[in-house]
């Protein structure tokens, strides 16, 4: 577990000395027996990286949303993941809030909370009153509040400023290296599955494309891009909520246009073990986000050692950061043109180089033991009185 003692330093405001505390306490309690953690979320390919590194540090797991509800295990500290999960991924109604923050007040009343962030607030809902007085609970509950890079703590404060002044902790990237395999074929045997030359300048859109905004993006600036023998990856879906007319029209529209296009569909589930044929056989991924603070998918690129195109916002540029990545516009077609034009002239295999170096600093273990080194022996006040 945490296994070195560390020392905190107290004083008054007004600067008049401080008192060194060396903490013990938390420290010999973590190690005289398991830590029992609980991470009430089913997102399987996320959990599954978190628990693996809480059982690495020595660490009882239990996962599951429904945890959360049932309230029957004892854990000693909670780490929570996304709060809209809690209300199966819809803006929460006011009882559904009411009965989370009963519920988290007594969870709080009886475990350590730490809270991830992953987004300002759920996809297509900005500003939406609801999911902030959900969140607000969180953020104020929470003894630890952790960042995956300097942008996310900004954002985050700025939009909530009551909850500025708690415990944030922040610590950059994080990477899917349980995705790497034992044995790794070569490029060339995944280029060659998909059918690619070795002259073709292969472009990979991975995950999902969340509006049609996103979708016009790729086709207008991909059919823009004055790349020779250019080759379009598609392992991405087009998922927005919108009547099932319009999400009929649409993705006939999007499926023809991939047809016409020189576009390599991949319309099957891609199974873990597989992800990483996908960006061996590409030259250089692009990522579409709009309207969004992050994005996993510049963690799997580096991971993977593949070169990244991505829109200049949010979070992403501190991912992207030292390695000779190519950032956009994410709202121009034209501006990503010129940087898929861009990629097909620079030195790629040298930028994934430093892409997968940089991943490799980003284990998971290390992010936890951030995130437990920030708990204090004594727990941190709630911003909210106890019920």
Known sequence: MVAHAFLR??????????????????????????????????????????????????????????NFELEACHPDIVHFQWPEELTDWKAPTP?????????????????????????????????????H????????????????????????????????????VVRLGFNYDRL?????????????????????????????????????LVKQAFSLAKVPRKRLLMAARYNEPVSPWTQRRRRWSWNLW???????????????????RLFDAADAVVIVRQNSMGSGIPSLTMTFGRM???????IIPEYLAGAGNVLYDGTSARSLASAMERAA????????????????????????????DELRPEPRPSLVASH
């Open 345 to 372: 002239e620079v030195d790629r295999e040298a930028i994934g180089a430093k892409n997968r170096e940089i991943a490799a600093k980003w284990d998971w273990d290390s992010i936890l033991r951030t995130c437990l």
């Open 133 to 168: 007085r959900l969140f607000s609970a969180f953020y104020q509950r929470a003894e630890v509040i952790h960042h995956f890079g300097e942008t996310s703590k900004r954002m985050v404060c700025e939009a909530f400023p009551e909850i500025a002044d708690r415990h944030h």
């Open 9 to 66: 330093r107290h004083g008054s405001s007004d600067g008049r000395g401080c008192v060194e505390i060396l903490v013990l306490e938390w420290v010999r309690r973590l190690m005289s027996s398991s830590c029992r953690i609980l991470i009430p979320s089913d997102v399987r390919d996320w959990v599954v990286n978190l628990a693996e590194a809480y059982q690495r540090l020595g660490c009882d797991v239990t996962v599951g949303r429904h």
């Open 258 to 276: 991939q047809r016409m296009s020189a576009v390599h569909r991949i319309t099957a589930y891609v199974p873990d073990q597989d992800v990483y």
């Open 95 to 131: 009882k559904q809030t009411d009965d989370i923050i009963r519920r988290l007040d007594r969870w709080a009343a009886r475990a350590r909370l730490i809270l991830t962030v992953h987004n300002l607030y759920p996809h297509g809902h900005h500003g939406n009153s609801a999911y």
């Open 308 to 314: 990244a195109i991505a829109p200049d916002s949010g």
């Open 180 to 216: 790497l395999p034992a044995a790794r074929q070569t490029r060339a045997a995944s280029r060659r599955e998909f059918g690619f030359e070795r002259d073709e300048m292969v472009y990979l859109v991975f995950g999902s494309l969340r509006s049609w905004d996103e979708v016009q």
